[in-house]
């Protein structure tokens, strides 16, 4: 686990928040692929040639491909083909299907890929079940078409017509649905450029994204204007301690939470997944305590929450008994209720009861502790 030790750095890490720009608060995790390849076609989009330039001011080699398919990531055992692919950075131009953007309800009116994989080792990992083949982290070279292509969406989109307080923030459009951003800017720059393009957008539109990492830095000078939410997925110490490998840890994320703030940028939490654990509402205490820390003293804090319940699939568990087959994880369809979704799919939620105990325990405390914060959904 990657997390070890984190009990004793929560204190100093939130002792230690005054000042946003200070250009070095303390270690973040950042991400060292072991292999960065690229493919030709990315090479030729400019976005391609300073991810180039970017890796290797940073000591990495990147390997130029030949064609504009990924070769060698598979290995002898499917241990071995997660470990090569989870260390891998393939750096590619994004599917032409993905410029017709798909709806993204409840988090947002649209989905915008600016990369699709992961490097962390998260034991009910979204991604698992959703994205094909070996869990490559791709990023998209060709990010200037991918913003251009945005400026059709303007106006559109169900989550921000429906809800009256969300049409305030505009257009959303919610950049880490396949991704953690912040495990990648460092490599890539993208998402910084993103703020950017929506810091300078003329337009009432926002860019959402969620992330477990705490690479906060560069993004605390950006001239944002409001329009990027950042949320920083945070859970109780047993759930970031146990299942969530090569993340920040919990005291990171908040004090990325806090400079973010400070910055101000409107912020969020994604509590998720929650976890039923014995104890519970200990736990889920303790981590709205440490929050109500973390934003203590936030001139004008726009704050949200998101509340999304542990779920897995058929299909995710199979791949993530295959990632990770000594998990402690509980994914027993006996203690779970399905719940079935469009297009035939079901999926194995907690029982109607303690999902109603855990959704009053958080609506009320959240409230309490924290009556500024919006929530957004529970799900
Ligand atoms: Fe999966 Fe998110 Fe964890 Fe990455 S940080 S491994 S995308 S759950």
Redesign the pocket.
């Known amino acids: 686990s990657a997390s070890g030790g984190q009990d004793d750095v929560v204190e100093r890490d939130l002792a230690d928040l005054a000042d946003p720009f200070d250009p070095d608060p303390g270690p973040t995790r950042r991400w060292t692929p072991k292999r960065v390849a690229i493919t030709p076609a990315a090479l030729d989009e400019p976005h391609g040639v300073r991810i180039v330039e970017r890796v290797e001011a940073l000591g990495i080699e990147v390997e130029r491909l030949k064609g504009n398919r990924l070769t060698d990531v598979r290995g002898e055992t499917e241990r071995e083909t997660y470990a090569r692919a989870k260390s891998t950075l393939a750096v590619v131009v994004s599917p032409p299907s993905r410029r017709t953007l798909q709806p993204i309800a409840p988090s947002a009116d649209w989905r915008v890929d600016l990369a699709e994989g992961?490097p962390?080792?998260?034991q009910?990992?979204?991604?698992a079940g959703s994205l094909s083949g070996p869990p490559v982290t791709r990023v998209y070279a060709d990010l200037d078409a991918i913003l251009d292509n945005l400026a059709g969406y303007v106006g559109t989109g169900a989550v921000t017509s429906r809800s009256r307080h969300r049409s305030e923030e505009g257009t959303t459009f919610e950049a880490s649905c396949y991704?953690?951003p912040l495990?990648l800017d460092h490599l890539t720059g993208s998402w910084q450029r993103a703020v950017e393009h929506f810091g300078a957008w003329d337009a009432p539109v926002q860019l959402r994204w969620t992330t477990?990492f705490d690479d906060v830095a560069p993004f605390v000078r950006l001239d944002h204007r409001g329009r990027t939410r950042v949320r920083l997925s945070v859970n109780c110490l047993p759930v970031t301690g146990r299942w969530?490998g090569g993340?920040s840890p919990l005291s990171g994320r908040l004090a990325a939470l806090r400079r973010l703030a400070l910055a101000g940028y409107p912020v969020g939490l994604t509590i998720a997944p929650i976890m039923a654990l014995e104890g519970w509402r200990e736990h889920y205490d303790e981590l709205l305590g440490l929050v109500e820390d973390a934003v203590a003293g936030v001139p004008d804090l726009d704050l949200t929450a998101e509340l999304i319940t542990h779920r897995f699939t058929a299909g995710s568990k199979d791949v993530l008994l295959g990632w990770y087959p000594r998990t402690t994880l509980e994914m027993d369809e006996a203690r779970r209720s399905v719940k079935r979704g469009r297009f035939g799919s079901s999926k194995h939620v907690y029982p109607r009861e303690v999902m109603a105990e855990l959704r009053a325990w958080f609506e009320a405390e959240l409230a309490r502790r924290m009556p500024g914060c919006r929530v957004l959904y529970w799900t």
């Open positions: 992961c962390a080792h998260c009910y990992c979204y991604l991704t953690d495990a477990k969530e993340t």
